[in-house]
């Protein structure tokens, strides 16, 4: 089962909440994974400047606010409404006003007609399939932007745990799907690579509890045994837990018109 799009709403709603008091908030650098991607976009012609976008599925809204300082305004939605009341926070702190936060599991998101100019999608588990990548599609007026993993997201603590109870991680790896979907469609996209590495530093405990959220089916007495090893071996004197992500992303852009 895949963690992060689970199939009861609830759940999956109640876990992104967990996890938002840690999740990597928007920070004003150019100097960002962030940064790079809007670079993309308007290098490859999906420029937000004036624009009205949809970003769907958009967490602590690490990318909305970046959107919403160039665009005519931004429909953020979400499953967890406790992401999104980081995201208003952080709208506030930068004095942000055009920007609309929708609490709703992306399966119940129907906008009547296609009031949006670019549909942005970075790393959301809300849309990760074929009748995903049609949706999208049909709301987007000019772009759909689409940021997923390209074969690689390993974290350097899930790895030692994956090791030690012998167990194949699983690849993260949408883009293949998204791009044969596309072609079956006659649309025509642009792709760029881009690798890079996620630093990590929370609460020994919050490490603990995202690893066993990982682990899913795999919850034995043995991998409580694992993840304690692994996250206390990278646990320093103020409790906080350090891990690394090594990751490779593909940033896939296409017209809908």
């Known amino acids: 089962m895949d963690i992060q799009r689970n199939a009861d709403p609830k759940n999956a709603e109640k876990m992104w909440d967990r996890r938002a008091a840690n999740y990597p908030r928007y920070r004003d650098s150019e100097d960002t994974l962030e940064a790079k991607v809007m670079r993309l976009m308007e290098e490859k012609g999906a420029d937000p400047t004036g624009l009205r976008v949809l970003d769907v599925g958009c967490g602590s809204g690490k990318y909305t606010l970046r959107l919403a300082k160039k665009a005519a305004s931004v429909t953020a939605t979400d499953i967890s409404g406790e992401m999104l009341r980081i995201l208003k926070e952080d709208a506030a702190k930068e004095g ?3 920007i609309t936060a929708v609490h709703a599991d992306w399966s119940d998101f129907n906008p009547e007609e296609a009031e ?10 809300a849309v990760r399939n074929e009748a995903d990548f049609a949706k999208v599609t049909g709301i987007a007026g000019k772009f759909v932007v689409y940021l997923g993993f390209a074969g690689k997201k390993d974290s350097e603590v899930m790895m030692e745990i994956y090791k030690a109870l012998n167990i194949t991680p699983k ?35 919050k490490m603990k509890e995202h690893c066993m959220d990982f682990l899913m089916e795999n919850a034995t007495e043995d991998a409580l045994s694992a993840v304690d090893k692994a996250v206390s071996a990278r646990t320093d004197s103020e409790g906080m837990a350090s891990d690394t992500t090594h990751f490779r992303m593909e940033l896939v852009i296409w017209e809908t018109k």
């Open 96 to 98: 942000i006003t055009n």
């Open 171 to 205: 690849r993260f790896n949408d883009i293949p799907m998204l791009k044969a979907w596309l072609d079956s469609r006659n649309l025509s996209y642009s792709s760029t690579l881009i690798e890079d590495k996620w630093e990590k530093r929370i609460p020994a405990a």
């Open 116 to 125: 949006f100019d670019i549909v942005f999608c970075a790393t959301t588990p």
